[in-house]
């Protein structure tokens, strides 16, 4: 036979197996993975505690501190106390307080029809006073304060807002109590494979 000429090959098949080779053991049941969400709660366990004992809460608390308007900071003075009073009529605003460099997003109720219960441009003229409730560092808080329509700055505080706290409390309990019947519920489930994890174990 010439080098050039094909001649037969010789070809190994492999084994092809159409299903899962064969154990040796059947499987035994596992216990099923965990699957416990708990929502991060909003606030501290304990809010006025907190409020009254913080350094940055007792601060911020005093109603000496000045505060000062902080949007559009590159746009013409007379721009910026447009752009002012056109934030607080659409419900926003930010503000820092000057001592302690602390930056807020205020939000309250937007004007409508001239009114607003958080805010009033008519107890002082030249001057806005605003509201605003929220959440700080896990406490509820509610800022209380009067800017300059024209300076674009004045005085503010924060207080202890009792009523938003008291819901939020409940709110927390009720998230508390819904993750330990979970838990509860968790257990339960685990129950039937604790022994033979323990059997595992000591072999």
Known sequence: MMMNEAGPVSTTM???????????YEPQPQPPKPRLMFKMP??????????E?????????RETEQVRYTGHRDRPSEERRQ??????????TEIAFVSSGTNLQLSFTPTQGGYSPDLDF???????H???HFIMNGVCVRWRGCLDLERLDGVGCLEFDEDAARLEDAILRDELEKYKAKLREFEDKQRPFKPF???????
């Open 14 to 24: 492999l084994p092809h197996y159409d299903s899962p080779l064969p154990t040796l």
């Open 42 to 51: 909003r606030v501290v366990p304990d809010q006025k505690s907190k409020f």
């Open 53 to 61: 004992s913080d350094e940055l809460f007792r601060r911020l608390a």
């Open 83 to 92: 752009k002012f009073q056109n934030q607080c009529r659409d419900g926003y």
């Open 122 to 128: 008519n107890k002082d003229p030249g001057k806005v």
């Open 130 to 132: 605003i509201k605003s």
């Open 197 to 203: 994890a323990a059997a595992s174990t000591a072999k």
